[in-house]
């Protein structure tokens, strides 16, 4: 029993013998280091005509035909046509609104011709009866008792009233009638103006290229490219006819690689289309915030612009993907380490050298780090051995 008890000791104190022994370590040297990011992004041009959707509505338009992404258009050709179905349709109803407004006004004025010359008549009349009341007026009492020379004045008086009374009627009538003309004429209008709206939407159906170029459709919200039968609204950018002569890389940098980066650092381009031809350029504008690049995708990245030093029209078209080498920071005869042999502890910071068969914690001061590796300041010094992973067993110095 002691025997088995003493083997399975000796085993366990040679694991750690053996633990110590195996853990893997780097050896540091002086170097010329260079801090790199690679991303991925595509070509796009400085300068660029917009191609949108010009109906003057505020209805969705829907897609009939678009011409294919990178075609050749040339100036005045068609990029686009839209459905004009919903166009022919609205003119045909304010058309009929226009008639049966139409129909209605000559009802009304037919109707206020009459109306005028009924009261033309009524008035004759009266007058008629007015001017025989004057000629036969009864004013002699030798022949007409009083009560009848009073009846004949009031019968004189009551057709002037009446006269009077008519003519007003007549005026307010007319009035009444022009007002009624009016609305109809003001409806009509309106109609009109529906109806020259739509046509003229009709009349612009067709989108054509303003120039020579090559179409580049236009991503929308989600992602997706213009294509026939989708819904766009007026105004939106369906396409751009980009400006060959001036090309820039857009770039596409994660978020948690984004260190360092900083406007006028030199970038490398490899187009994957043409990989054997090398591009270079400069940073020109880096984005304020991370956004996704894909919708429902949590990963944000950094849009980094980067002007071309060289243009190159047969080669460098828009759309296509490339891979940049962004140069952050170089650093001359200086101690590079891997980032995962750094451990840190508030504001302690060490790595794990080795002393013969032990490792020790060694402070340290970090200079420039990368998402892979960090430049160390001071505490180590040129053929140093520290371990890649944290070791089983370690000593504090």
Same mark, same amino acid.
């Given at each position: 029993?002691?025997? #088995? ?5 000796? %085993? ?11 853990t893997? =370590?780097?050896?540091?040297?002086? *170097?010329?280091?260079?801090? *790199?990011?690679v @991303?991925?992004?595509e070509?796009e041009?400085?300068?660029? *005509? ?14 009939s035909?678009?011409?294919?992404q990178?075609?050749y ?5 068609? &990029?686009a046509?839209?459905?004009? =179905? ?5 003119? $045909?109803?304010?058309t ?9 006004r000559q009802?009304?004025?037919r109707?206020?011709?009459l !109306?005028?010359? $009924?009261?033309s008549?009524? +008035?004759a009349?009266v ?11 009864i004013d ?5 008792t ?7 004045? $009031?019968n004189? +008086? ?5 006269s ?10 007319q ?9 109809l004429d ?6 009109q103006?529906?109806?020259d709206?739509n046509?003229?939407?009709? !009349?612009?159906?067709?989108? /054509?290229?303003?120039?020579a170029?090559?179409?580049?459709l ?10 026939a #039968? ?5 105004g @939106? ?11 820039k ?6 978020e948690?690689e984004? &260190? ?5 650092q030199?970038?490398?381009i490899?187009?994957?289309?043409f ?8 940073? !020109?504008?880096? !984005?304020?915030?991370a ?12 849009i980094?612009t ?7 029209q047969? /080669? ?11 140069f952050?920071?170089s650093r001359?005869?200086?101690?590079? =380490?891997?980032?995962?042999t ?6 302690q910071?060490? =790595? ?5 068969? +032990? ?7 970090l #200079?420039? %780090? ?8 001071s #505490?180590?010094?040129?053929n ?10 370690e *000593?504090?110095?």
């Amino acid at each position: 029993m002691k025997i #088995g008890l003493i083997i399975v000791l000796l %085993c366990l104190l040679i694991s750690c013998k053996q633990d110590t022994n195996i853990t893997p =370590v780097i050896i540091v040297h002086s *170097t010329n280091s260079h801090f *790199t990011i690679v @991303a991925q992004g595509e070509l796009e041009a400085v300068k660029s *005509t917009q191609i949108v959707a010009t109906a003057k509505t505020q209805k969705p338009q829907v897609i009939s035909w678009i011409a294919p992404q990178y075609s050749y258009v040339n100036k005045g050709d068609v &990029i686009a046509k839209f459905d004009g =179905v919903p166009f022919q349709l609205e003119v $045909d109803a304010a058309t009929y609104e226009i008639n049966k407004l139409m129909f209605e006004r000559q009802k009304k004025q037919r109707e206020l011709s009459l !109306s005028i010359e $009924d009261f033309s008549n009524e +008035e004759a009349v009266v007058e008629f009866e007015f001017l025989m009341a004057q000629k036969f007026n009864i004013d002699n009492p030798m022949l007409y008792t009083k009560i009848e020379m009073i009846d004949a004045s $009031d019968n004189e +008086e009551y057709l002037r009233a009446k006269s009077k009374h008519i003519k007003v009627m007549e005026g307010y009538h007319q009035d009444k009638s022009k007002s009624e003309v009016g609305l109809l004429d003001s409806q009509s209008q309106l109609q009109q103006s529906k109806v020259d709206m739509n046509n003229s939407n009709l !009349s612009q159906l067709e989108v /054509r290229a303003p120039h020579a170029g090559i179409v580049v459709l236009k991503k929308s919200w989600d992602g997706s490219l213009p294509q026939a #039968g989708k819904s766009v609204f007026p105004g @939106a950018k369906l396409a751009s006819l980009p400006d060959l002569s001036r090309m820039k890389a857009k770039i596409y940098v994660p978020e948690i690689e984004a &260190i360092g980066i900083k406007q006028g650092q030199i970038v490398d381009i490899e187009l994957h289309s043409f990989p054997n031809s090398k591009f270079s350029g400069v940073i !020109s504008l880096i !984005s304020k915030t991370a956004q996704p690049k894909v919708r429902d995708n949590p990963v944000k990245y950094f849009i980094v612009t980067v002007m071309l030093d060289q243009q190159d029209q047969k /080669r460098l078209l828009p759309g296509q993907r490339l891979d940049a080498t962004i140069f952050t920071n170089s650093r001359q005869n200086s101690i590079v =380490v891997p980032i995962q042999t750094i451990y840190r502890e508030e504001k302690q910071i060490w =790595v794990y050298l080795k002393n013969d068969d +032990e490792f020790n914690k060694k402070n340290v001061t970090l #200079g420039t %780090c990368s998402s892979s590796q960090c430049v160390i300041e001071s #505490g180590l010094l040129e053929n140093d051995t520290i371990a890649l992973i944290q070791p089983i067993t370690e *000593t504090e110095s």
